[in-house]
């Protein structure tokens, strides 16, 4: 099967251009989506996808096509589908360069995805589509509990602690959490990289009839899929890894299509987003198709590296490297943490991350004072906030929150060759130790 590209388009050069239709993505590996999901919103000969800024699009000319509806009115496709190119009104419904991402984001996932301008965006529109009257959430990104404050001035919500159960519940004030309420998840957890068992989240919160909500951004496919675990929602700060370029902006929800009514759940999200603004912007949306070609190479290249660097530090602090280096090591950290060193989870977690761990680790000194000088000792990792770039970053996590120890920095491991991280890495230990002298 082909369609005709010119007579679309109106494009005299390639009137008689037929492009193949491609088979349904579902039959290609990670990679290959990431390359091709987008193939049916091909309407132009372009090999590399155009970028759009029009916010607004013209109607037809022919009065008798003029069919007024109103912005709620759900479209006549699936969630997560094509949105044809004749189909645009206005940029904040839908525009050609976020549609195309949303395309690729569901292949890519599982499930159908909304975008939204930043993680905390997609997290803020999600309590406002569940409003649950009680939150239960660990410590984890300290920027979902700043959105989560604002829900709770507007709303009155409770707010409870994700790893105390008794906290769930409170008789004398007559309330619990229940029916329609959050159980929010984030695994692997900021800053230090520990995952932590979806399954058994999602028993504790579908007893209660509550739901599941995972924030997955340290773990994208193909190293997590929530869904398979029990998620009843996933949120990403595709900024991270979706995006993996530390040039844009972008957050994702996608619904999970094991619960009953998920495409209500879609749609209604969808016509949110109208209303609530928080869309992203074209070049965003365009950069983000630009991402996702390289995505499986990316996640997957990062999380060897930092598998294999956190084994090198691990044998250094557990004496299996006793050599001068070992001992540098040990002289300066006092605790590394990652999960591929939960071995004591080893049953749940090699089933829940089986293709590798997240690409973020965690290194603990044994001073605030050697935590805040280490990153100045490094010449491949920058110094700054975020994480998921191709580029390795490390951050004195206490320059952007301050409910981390002081002795903490955060490393997010990039595409470099692993050896020159580790020998960079070692230097910053060895300069750190000179100094101490």
């Given at each position: ?238 900024t991270k890894y979706f995006g ?66 956190v084994a090198f530090i691990d ?84 320059m952007s929150d301050n409910t ?34």
């Amino acid at each position: 099967m082909a369609h005709t590209n010119g007579a679309v388009n109106g494009n005299p050069n390639t009137a008689q251009l037929e492009i193949p239709d491609p088979p349904q993505p579902p039959t290609y590996s990670l990679a290959t989506l990431g390359v091709h999901a987008d193939d049916p919103i091909h309407d132009y000969s372009d090999v590399a996808p155009a970028l759009h800024v029009a916010t607004t699009f013209r109607y037809p000319s022919d009065p008798d096509q003029l069919n007024p509806v109103d912005d709620l009115d759900i479209p006549n496709r699936e969630p997560g589908s094509k949105v044809p190119g004749d189909a645009h009104i206005y940029s904040r419904l839908t525009a050609p360069n976020s549609s195309r991402l949303e395309l690729l984001l569901t292949s890519l996932i599982g499930a159908p995805c909304l975008t939204y301008s930043s993680g905390l965006a997609a997290f803020h529109a999600l309590l406002v589509y569940l409003h649950p009257k009680v939150v239960a959430i660990g410590a984890g990104y300290h920027g979902c509990h700043g959105v989560l404050a604002i829900y709770q001035k507007l709303t009155n919500c409770k707010i409870v602690d994700l790893f105390d159960e008794k906290s769930w519940d409170n008789e004398g004030e007559g309330w619990k959490l229940g029916i329609g309420d959050v159980v929010h998840l984030e695994t692997p957890v900021n800053p230090t990289g520990r995952a932590f068992n979806i399954r058994h989240y999602a028993e504790l919160a579908h007893k209660r009839g509550a739901v599941l909500t995972i924030d997955a951004t340290f773990a994208p496919p193909p190293l997590q899929d929530p869904f398979k675990w029990g998620a009843d929602y996933v949120m990403h700060s595709g900024t991270k890894y979706f995006g993996g370029h530390s040039d844009m902006l972008c957050g994702v929800i996608a619904i999970g299509k094991n619960r009953e009514g998920w495409e209500k759940d879609y749609w209604t999200m969808f016509g949110e987003r109208l209303h609530l603004g928080a869309v992203m912007g074209s070049l965003e949306g365009w950069l983000g198709v630009r991402s996702l070609r390289t995505f499986e190479l990316r996640v997957m290249r990062q999380s060897q590296n930092a598998d294999k660097i956190v084994a090198f530090i691990d044998d250094c602090m557990t004496g299996v490297d006793a050599s001068e280096d070992g001992k540098v090591v040990k002289g300066v950290v006092a605790k590394i943490e990652h999960a591929s060193l939960q071995r004591d989870d080893a049953a749940w977690l090699k089933k829940q991350m089986p293709n590798g761990f997240g690409p973020v680790f965690s290194i603990s000194f044994k001073t605030a004072a050697q935590a805040r000088r280490f990153p100045s000792k490094l010449q491949l990792f920058h110094h700054a906030t975020s994480l998921g770039g191709v580029e390795s970053l490390i951050e004195w996590r206490r320059m952007s929150d301050n409910t981390v120890e002081p002795e903490l920095c955060r490393v997010s491991v990039g595409v470099e060759a692993w050896e020159d991280l580790r020998d960079d890495l070692l230097a910053g230990f060895k300069a750190l130790t000179e100094e101490a002298k």
